[in-house]
């Protein structure tokens, strides 16, 4: 599974997030949804989509295509 569950604070209706990250790391996504933050790093070439339905996220969908 790609998605890495984040902690997360809530506190006076501000969510802190905490991410250990250094400068020049791969690109990341963080997406938040439901009480819940997942990360994901990002592919070097390809497509990553956020799925959503009713105000939700269902899914994380990747997409780093074919070599011919």
Known sequence: MRLHQLPIEIENGKINIELDIKEGDTPICVVYCG???????????????VITHQGKVKRVKYDEGEEF
Request: charged content about 35%.
């Open 35 to 49: 009480g819940k933050a997942k990360m994901t790093t990002l592919p070097d070439h390809g497509e990553t989509k």
